[in-house]
């Protein structure tokens, strides 16, 4: 049986009142149908070419000449009203060239005899709009669909005729459309129908003050059946939907599910704000939700997406970088300025038309990557402006994890932010989190035993915040598939260690190379290579807060003495992404590749990198601090002010044996040169203390008797014997003068006393 659908949605209008939620709404609807609807043709007709005459011959070919023994949903929301007396009352969808006096928009009446001239075989009707009921009330449906042995109709109507249809102004969709999204949405039912969409919809509407009404004729029409969407994966696709620690994006959006609510909450909050973080906890999915699920819904609606972008340790470059694809060579430059002298909303009036939306993903960064305080400080002043642009064309989201809170609230302006507009991410659990497990296997043409299911429930409430480790066993578990029984089992569970064992199992079959064959490393060069540049990807902070830090492949290359020991490093990184504990990504090319860790997951889920970083946390961190202060310094391009400084400088001599392996290229002559400067400090400082003894030695030497002759030839021998030794073989004035006083003037002869022969 063929199946074809027609969405309309009219929210701009000629001469009614413009509609803001028709559009959304009526896309929402189309996107989903479409993915999950199997019909042969579905088509959606928003904007200004929805005109009385366009949407009657729309409606004529579809009915008339491809509806023939055909299943046809049709959806309509903008604009309803009746016109006339009681006596002759007409009920009418608002077009876009509609003129309310003159009743041109298009009749219930004429699509009702249209509806009765079609062979259809099945009907189902949804109207979003005001006084809908009209359609049903009248009856006009109930002759034209007499001939129930050939002919199921459902027709559901957003509210009564003396009601209107509502919307909140927040909200994402209209009352009737959000409850019917909701409803269309439950995948665990298996098989949806018009007439359980509409025992959905009811009662949600009631709490609203609104009530819904429906007719309905012949068998329950089958909407979406997500049953025989998953027994007819007639190409059973071998690629892993799963993406082990790596975020899902709008390449792999056909795999991310589970998240649809937070994704509303989000768009919701979006069009009424600004300004938009999505905070949770590490491994509750927020990269996902905004990468997946935001991104594409934004993308589809024809946003132009700048990012996704990372702050890093110069945050304000990323920014500017993220609008070099938006300007030509010309303007870039003008731009770059702008945003750091007065922020992004002196850029607003310079974009092109259209809507942007910024990703800044892993928000934390500014707080732990970017060490500078001043660049900190200039970043966040930056972007809050466009929290307080309600009609901005540019619109920020932030993911951050929730442990760095309380920094972004040494903010005001973002404390704001967060507190007006924040959307909070919690657990994935119950039936968001079987469809997560289960659906992606499932467009695969994959099941998964319902034993398995229970052990993955069972183990993600026993673990907090667990979904990265989650898809990395499942992506685990899909290369232990049952190919035959296209089957992921849970036996293949257990054995893999289950949640937690799957991803510490697979980092150590890498680092022993056992398991199989899997590739790992063969010497323990290699496995000490791993660990030093784990390590080299993590910063290291107080109370546990550890996070990831990337870095420039080259960066990590050149910690290499030699040609061949730079080719290990190499082997190693290779290794540790082809193993999916490393992700490599380009930017600007491949000397600017960098490296990162997969996720935050692999620091505590692999057991082995949690002991390396609490084997001596006190050195990490001291060599962060050396590495901040690093970055501090090219910062300031080269101050010498800003070289290592007294205690820090102290506490890296005292430790140098253990930290001189980590510190190597930039850094290394960052230290000598800072090991250099305080030398020539303190020699400068002996030297002036030298002199002033000097010339304090001269004086209390000018100042003895004559009769002191010989004191004053030992202060001055001794004053030349200090000159040598402590300005580095000069003799100074002061030394020098005091010898004179003393040799040229004799002050003192011997008298012979007490013999009184002849001499």
């Known amino acids: 049986m063929k199946r074809y659908a027609l969405i309309i949605g009219i929210g701009e209008y000629q001469h009614l009142p413009n509609l803001s939620k028709p559009v959304g709404d009526a896309t929402a609807v189309y996107e989903l149908l479409k993915a999950e609807g199997e019909f042969q043709d579905i088509k959606l007709l928003t904007g200004k070419k929805v005109t009385t005459k366009a949407l009657q011959k729309e409606l004529k070919t579809l009915l008339l000449q491809r509806g023939e023994n055909s299943d046809l949903v049709l959806y309509f929301t903008g604009h309803g009203f009746t016109v006339g007396d009681e006596f002759d009352q007409r009920g009418l969808l608002a077009t876009y060239d509609c003129r309310k006096e003159q009743q041109n928009g298009l009749s219930f009446t004429w699509l009702n005899n249209l509806i009765q001239q079609a062979s259809l075989s099945s009907l189902a009707l949804f109207l979003d709009c005001c006084e809908s009921e009209f359609f049903i009330e009248n009856a006009l449906l109930q002759t034209s669909l007499s001939d129930l042995t050939k002919k199921s109709c459902f027709c559901s109507a957003a509210c009564r005729t003396f009601e209107q249809a509502y919307a909140r102004t927040s909200a994402q969709h209209s009352f009737f459309t959000g409850a019917m999204l909701k409803a269309l949405r439950q995948r665990d039912q298996g098989e949806i129908t018009a007439f359980q969409v509409h025992q959905h919809i009811a009662p949600q509407l009631k709490a609203q003050h609104q009530e819904p009404v429906y007719i309905g004729r012949g068998d329950n029409i089958t909407l979406l059946d997500y049953r025989r969407r998953e027994s007819v994966a007639a190409t059973v696709s071998e690629e892993c939907p799963y993406q082990g620690l790596r975020a899902f994006d709008k390449t792999t959006a056909q795999f991310f599910f589970g998240r649809e609510a937070a994704v509303d909450d989000l768009i919701s909050r979006l069009t009424r704000s600004s300004f938009v973080p999505v905070i949770g906890a590490s491994g509750s999915g927020k990269s996902s939700v905004v990468r997946a699920g935001l991104v594409l819904w934004a993308e589809r609606q024809g946003w132009r997406v700048l990012g996704p972008i990372k702050p890093g340790p110069r945050p304000l470059d990323r920014l500017q970088g993220a609008f070099d694809g938006v300007f030509d060579n010309r303007e870039i ?58 009609d901005s064309p540019l619109k920020i989201v932030t993911t951050m994890r929730s442990d760095f809170v309380t920094p972004w609230l040494s903010s005001d302006a973002l404390t704001k932010v967060i507190q007006n507009d924040a959307v909070w991410l919690g657990t994935l659990q119950n039936d968001p989190l079987k469809t997560a497990i289960e659906q992606p296997a499932l467009v695969q043409g994959y099941t998964v035993e319902r034993e398995l299911l229970a052990l993955i429930e069972s183990d993600v409430k026993a673990e907090e915040n667990c979904l990265p480790l989650l898809e990395f066993a499942l992506t685990q578990l899909w290369d232990e598939r049952d190919q035959q029984a296209h089957t992921l089992t849970a036996a293949a569970y257990r054995e893999m260690g289950q949640l937690r064992g799957a991803l510490n199992q697979r980092a150590e079959q890498i680092y022993n190379e056992n398991g199989g064959n899997a590739k790992g490393f063969k010497t323990d060069l290699d496995r000490d290579w791993c660990r030093r540049i784990c390590l080299e990807l993590v910063r290291i902070g107080p109370e546990g807060t550890d996070t990831r830090r990337r870095q420039r492949r080259q960066d990590v290359l050149d910690k290499g003495k030699s040609e061949k020991e730079q080719e290990t490093i190499n082997n190693v990184i290779e290794t540790l992404v082809e193993g999916r504990l490393l992700v490599a990504d380009k930017a600007d090319g491949d000397a600017n590749q960098t490296i990162d860790i997969a996720h935050e997951a692999l620091m505590n889920g692999w057991e082995r990198f949690a002991d390396w970083r609490e084997a001596d946390r006190d050195q990490l961190r001291l060599l962060q601090r050396m590495k901040d202060s690093y970055e501090e310094w090219l910062g300031k391009a080269k101050d010498n002010n800003y070289l290592l400084q007294k205690g820090l400088l102290a506490e890296v001599r005292e430790r140098w044996a253990e930290l001189k392996a980590d510190v190597t290229g930039g850094l290394y002559n960052y230290f000598s040169r800072s090991d250099e400067q305080e030398k020539a400090e303190v020699t400068q400082l002996q030297q002036a203390l030298a002199k002033a003894e000097l010339r304090e030695v001269r004086t209390k030497m000018i100042s003895l008797p004559p009769a002191k002759a010989v004191d004053k030839t030992l202060l001055a021998v001794k004053a030349v014997g200090d000159s040598l030794e402590k300005l580095q073989g000069e003799v100074i004035a002061p030394a020098q003068d005091a010898l004179n006083r003393v040799w040229r003037k004799i002050c003192e002869r011997l008298k012979i006393e007490g013999h009184t022969s002849s001499v």
């Open 333 to 390: 430059g003008e731009i770059y300025e702008l945003i750091e002298t007065e922020g992004l909303t002196a850029v607003l009036p310079r974009l092109p038309s259209g809507r942007y939306l910024l990703v800044i993903d892993q928000f934390e960064e500014v707080f732990t990557v970017c060490a500078s305080k001043e660049r900190q400080r200039q970043f966040v002043g930056c972007i809050t402006g466009i929290s307080q642009q309600s």
